[in-house]
């Protein structure tokens, strides 16, 4: 079973801010936050991930919660192309698959 | 980054008729790739654990004669879905490991008619 709980649907106005929280409160000492999602009838696209200190890339920031209980993915100028279906995912470093919850449905409208 | 081919994007075959899948590891090699499958509406359900040379593990519920899969090389994992029905039509990804986030193909759409 997937280790994290995520709102099942979230909207936002285009060009603010998109945060979308994610609950993870097992969450072990070695266990990486990954955060992927899904753009109708395609394939999972990596945005994000980390372990225990504020990540940013060129697509998104990822905010964990100094008990790493939590976290938060931030798409800072959100676009209409950014409509999906966000999921946060828990993984231990040493690999294996990725057990994918019932994510949150992004909705970003004009 | 790393790049994950899955062929075909779409297919459309007969009740009783088996179907390919392939899936491909472009720019690195993988010891394992991952097979799930997604009905309408709801979430990745991992169906197998592919690994190069040895037997596939397959899920709890998920036959594994019906859904044979084959990775006989580093770059090449695939899945044949035997003697298909048209409740076998779903959305069939794969994914790859590597070192950092795995990444995923772009899927293949199989509907049963």
């Known amino acids: 079973d997937a280790k994290t709980t995520q709102p099942t649907s979230m909207d936002c106005a285009e060009g603010r801010a998109a945060n979308l929280p994610c609950n993870h409160s097992?969450?072990?000492?070695?266990?990486?936050v990954y955060w992927y999602r899904q753009i109708h009838s395609q394939g999972p696209q990596y945005i994000i991930h980390?372990?225990?200190n504020n990540e940013t890339n060129e697509m998104a920031s990822l905010i964990i919660t100094e008990d790493r209980k939590s976290s938060t993915l931030i798409l800072p100028h959100a676009t209409l192309r950014d409509t999906a279906v966000y999921y946060c995912?828990?993984?231990?470093?040493?690999?294996?698959?990725?057990?994918f919850g019932k994510g949150t449905k992004l909705s970003v409208k004009p | 980054g790393a790049v994950v081919s899955q062929h075909p994007s779409w297919v459309i075959c007969k009740s009783g008729t088996s179907v390919k899948i392939e899936c491909r590891s472009l720019?690195?090699?993988?010891?394992?790739m991952f097979w799930y499958r997604q009905f309408p509406k709801q979430s990745l359900m991992l169906m197998a654990t592919?690994?190069?040379?040895?037997?596939?593990?397959?899920e709890q519920g998920v036959e594994k004669d019906k859904f044979l899969i084959n990775h006989a090389s580093l770059t090449l994992s695939t899945l044949t879905v035997t003697s298909a029905h048209p409740e076998d039509s779903s959305f069939y990804i794969c994914?790859?490991?590597?070192?950092?986030?795995?990444?995923f193909g772009s899927g293949t759409r199989l509907t049963v008619v």
């Open positions: 994914s790859a490991t590597r070192q950092g986030a795995p990444p």
């Open positions: 097992t969450i072990s000492g070695n266990e990486y």
């Open positions: 980390g372990l225990k």
């Open positions: 995912i828990v993984r231990a470093p040493e690999g294996g698959n990725l057990i």
């Open positions: 720019d690195f090699q993988a010891t394992t």
């Open positions: 592919s690994n190069e040379g040895s037997k596939a593990t397959y």
